[in-house]
């Protein structure tokens, strides 16, 4: 509860609207998938720009999956908690990936971004977003 309040501050959300209208200018149609989504907030403004966009979450902590259900109510999404490493979803099967602040927390970076390219489709892109300069 307390991370789903931190992340309503106002430059947070204001984060979340920035990088959903990146994405949307950029992903049009198809499967999008927020991986570390958290409580979900970044899943909601994207649909709120594109409501066409199929969206799936992951994030490797039970507590968020169920925070983002909570946040995602009415909203259809696919939220699934797993580890970047090992995501369980079929190659080819993404039209965009994205991962929003969590990217410094993966305990192997490289397997992450392996499986990332096994799960997109070709062509098609991830989009990573940190602010740590790690």
Not at 47 to 59: E, T
Not at 83 to 91: D, F, I, K, L
Request: hydrophobic share 35%.
């Amino acid at each position: 509860g307390l991370y789903s309040r931190l992340t309503r501050t106002r430059s947070l959300q204001q984060q979340y609207q920035e990088i959903a209208a990146c994405l949307t200018s950029q992903v049009h149609s198809g499967r999008l998938l927020d991986i570390g989504t958290g409580p979900g907030w970044l899943l909601l403004e994207v649909h709120k720009l594109n409501p066409g966009l199929q969206l799936y979450g992951l994030d490797i902590s039970q507590a968020m999956i169920g925070l983002a259900q909570q946040n995602l109510a009415g909203v259809t999404t696919d939220l699934k908690m797993a580890n970047v490493c090992a995501t369980g979803y079929e190659g080819d099967f993404f039209d965009a990936v994205v991962c929003t602040g969590s990217f410094y927390l993966w305990d192997r970076p490289e397997q992450g971004l392996e499986e990332i390219h096994r799960i997109l489709k070709p062509g098609c892109s991830a989009h990573l977003f940190e602010t740590n300069r790690d």
